[in-house]
């Protein structure tokens, strides 16, 4: 199955600041990655698929990159609202796997 | 809206089994499949198994094979996903999220915490 490894495992930063997420795959996947926004008690919120579609209503600081084995998350200007867990997850091959999630914490 | 509504927490005994319900609405079902993942404490989200949009065919990760069981109820528009023969490890949050064939995830449930202890 494919790995798939998320880094750093948490980040503190301060409100305003840039934030670069990165997930990296055990074997090329294309572009078959989404990334999702977790915050406590609730439920995943996706925030692009196919490595840089934006869904809905996702604000543009908010930004996705990268193809094959190397993908990349940034957050250009962090608002109070984006501190929370940020995971990858592979649609590829079968079984889908996940990361291990980056926390964004509050410096 | 887009809702998938999960059924509330459970306890259970090790050797007992366990059934989780996913209701959804806000959208047509037999177009969706629906995944169920799971996330034990301090571990990342596992992929379990998913029902296919229309045909209702089922797919399981090997992790969980023999002890996973994914129904579908079209005209309640509720998938569900059964565990047997719990044990401690199987202790987590379940969550249910749809996604049109082969593609991502794009809603999730809330999650339904299942608790194995005796």
């Known amino acids: 199955e494919i790995v798939l490894t998320q880094s750093p495992g948490t980040l503190s930063l301060s409100p305003g600041e840039r934030a670069t997420l990165s997930c990296r795959a055990s074997?090329?996947?294309?572009?078959?990655i989404s990334w999702y926004q977790q915050k406590p008690g609730q439920a995943p919120r996706l925030l692009f698929s196919?490595?840089?579609s934006r869904a809905t209503g996702i604000p543009d600081r908010f930004r996705g990159s990268g193809s094959g084995t190397d993908f990349v998350l940034t957050v250009t200007r962090l608002e109070p609202e984006d501190f929370a867990v940020y995971f990858c997850q592979q649609y590829a091959n079968s079984p889908r796997t996940f990361g291990q999630g980056t926390k964004v914490e509050i410096q | 809206q887009v809702q998938l509504v999960q059924s509330g927490a459970e306890v259970k005994e090790p050797g007992a089994s366990v059934k989780v319900s996913c209701k959804t609405s806000?959208?047509?079902?037999?177009?969706?499949?629906i995944h169920w993942v799971r996330q034990a404490p301090g571990q990342r989200l596992e992929w379990m198994g998913r029902?296919?949009?229309?045909?209702?065919?089922?797919r399981y990760s090997q992790n969980f094979q023999g002890r996973v069981t994914i129904t579908r109820d079209t005209s309640a528009s509720t998938d569900y996903m059964e565990v047997s023969s719990l044990r401690s490890e199987d202790t987590a949050v379940y969550y249910c999220a749809r996604s049109q064939s082969g593609s991502y995830m794009d809603v999730w449930g809330k999650g339904t915490t299942v608790t194995v202890s005796s």
């Open positions: 196919d490595a840089s």
């Open positions: 029902v296919n949009a229309g045909n209702g065919d089922t």
């Open positions: 074997q090329s996947i294309g572009r078959y």
């Open positions: 806000g959208y047509t079902f037999s177009s969706y499949s």
